[in-house]
Each structure stands twice: as C-alpha cells, then as structure tokens.
C-alpha cells in the first residue's frame, strides 16, 4: 500500500516472513503460577507502559509477568519505574536480551504471550509463540488479523482499556482453554508461515518472472 502511494505501479509480490517450528510441547504447568511472556527490544513503540498500567488495573491472580529483550535508548528504566510505582515489582521479571535457545525455553514455558506494540510491519515474535502453541495478545497496530480467524489469541485496539479486557479474559479461561487455543496457533502458523511453503512461494515468483510458470497468487498487479 506504502508502494502505491508512492505511485509505483509493477507487480507486487507479497510474501511473509517465515518461522522455525521447534517441537511442539503440550504446556503442562508445574506449579499453579502461570506465565505471561513478552519479548522483544524495551523501546516505547513496544507499548510496555500501556501494559504495566493494564496488568495494575486487572491484577490477575496467580500469574507473573516476564520481559525479555535488549533495553534501547535507556527505556528499561522507565518501564522498571513504572513497574515500581505501580507497586508490582513481585509481578514483573525483567531478564534482558535472551539467545535464540533461551528464547524458545520461554515460550515453551509460558501460557500467554503479550505485543502491545503500537505499530509493527509483522511482528515475528507473533509468529514464535503461537509456533510454540502459546495464545497471543496483540494490537490492531500488528498485521495479526489472524488470531481471530484461526481463535488463537485476541487482536485489540490500541490502549490501556481494551489490554485490560483481554488480560482478564485470557487469564480467567482454564488451562485447557488456552492450550487449545495454543494447538489452533501452532497449526495456523505450521500452515502459512512455515519455511517449506514461503520458499515454494518464493520459488513460484522467480519462475514466473522467467517465464516459466503463471502469476502466483501472492503477485498483486494493481
């Protein structure tokens, strides 16, 4: 759309980003305390304010909250001093940058995953925890539509308020619940974000180029 507004008129191919697909792990807590997992850089576009203040508001019993990623332009502080005067220092870990297998531990040990951002052009962490089977909160700022299509998470507008409702209602629903919705994300993702069919996506645009193949369906011609 950006493109066409720039008056740029040739075909477009548009493709997503693909994802790993680590093992699947059926979620089966150890303890009573449930996880909600955020990962990415600590910068304001993020949206983390917005959910400090929404996690003060609905206050769900039993779950604790992990953040992890790289601080940027120093906004780790601020997020830790709104954690702080929120009075929920006992309800936030902060655990900084993670590696790619640290990464996916805290998926596969998580029962929620939260973006708040309040813009993304995809959003692959999205992708990462509903391959894990984690349900997923995100905004109407992440091209994410699908979780509500494939009933793996909740897609919001921007705010404290509509994040508040969610949280409440994503950690009210019983575990089995979420696991479902945590099965729907891994097949959604298993079927359109998978490297197999991207790379045949690929595959099909550079043999139409060549002329050896039709349009794909991903080329947009206007």
Same mark, same amino acid.
């Given at each position: 759309?950006?493109?066409?507004?720039?008056?740029?008129?040739?075909?477009?191919?548009?493709?997503?980003?693909?994802?790993?697909?680590?093992?699947?792990?059926?979620?089966?807590?150890?303890?009573?305390?449930?996880?909600? $997992? !955020? &990962?990415?850089?600590?910068?304001?576009?993020?949206?983390?304010?917005?959910?400090? =203040? /929404?996690?003060?508001?609905?206050? @769900?019993?039993?779950?604790?909250?992990?953040?992890?990623?790289?601080?940027?332009?120093?906004?780790?502080?601020?997020?830790?001093?709104?954690?702080?005067?929120?009075?929920?220092?006992?309800?936030?870990?902060?655990?900084?940058?993670?590696?790619?297998?640290?990464?996916?531990?805290?998926?596969?040990?998580?029962? $929620? !995953? &939260?973006?708040?951002?309040?813009?993304?052009?995809?959003?692959?962490?999205?992708? =990462? /925890?509903?391959?894990?089977?984690? @349900?997923?909160?995100?905004?109407?700022?992440?091209?994410?539509?699908?979780?509500?299509?494939?009933?793996?998470?909740?897609?919001?507008?921007?705010?404290?308020?509509?994040?508040?409702?969610?949280?409440?209602?994503?950690?009210?629903?019983?575990?089995?619940?979420?696991?479902?919705?945590?099965?729907?994300?891994?097949?959604? &993702?298993?079927?359109?974000?998978?490297?197999?069919?991207?790379?045949?996506?690929?595959?099909?645009?550079?043999?139409?180029?060549?002329?050896?193949?039709?349009?794909?369906?991903?080329?947009?011609?206007?």
């Amino acid at each position: 759309e950006n493109l066409r507004r720039l008056g740029l008129c040739q075909p477009i191919a548009v493709i997503p980003n693909g994802v790993n697909l680590p093992a699947f792990l059926e979620r089966q807590p150890l303890s009573k305390l449930r996880t909600a $997992l !955020f &990962v990415g850089r600590i910068h304001p576009v993020k949206g983390l304010l917005n959910l400090v =203040e /929404a996690w003060r508001i609905a206050q @769900p019993i039993g779950w604790k909250f992990i953040i992890a990623g790289p601080d940027e332009g120093g906004h780790r502080q601020t997020v830790l001093e709104a954690i702080h005067h929120a009075g929920l220092e006992n309800n936030f870990e902060l655990v900084g940058a993670v590696d790619s297998e640290d990464k996916i531990a805290l998926y596969q040990q998580a029962d $929620l !995953f &939260v973006l708040p951002s309040f813009t993304e052009n995809f959003g692959v962490v999205v992708a =990462e /925890a509903l391959a894990c089977g984690v @349900p997923v909160i995100t905004t109407r700022g992440t091209p994410w539509e699908g979780l509500l299509i494939h009933r793996c998470g909740w897609w919001i507008d921007l705010g404290v308020e509509p994040l508040v409702a969610a949280i409440r209602e994503a950690t009210t629903l019983s575990g089995e619940q979420r696991r479902d919705m945590g099965r729907r994300g891994r097949h959604y &993702v298993e079927r359109e974000f998978g490297w197999p069919d991207i790379a045949q996506q690929m595959l099909s645009v550079y043999r139409w180029v060549l002329g050896q193949g039709n349009k794909p369906d991903c080329v947009m011609s206007d």
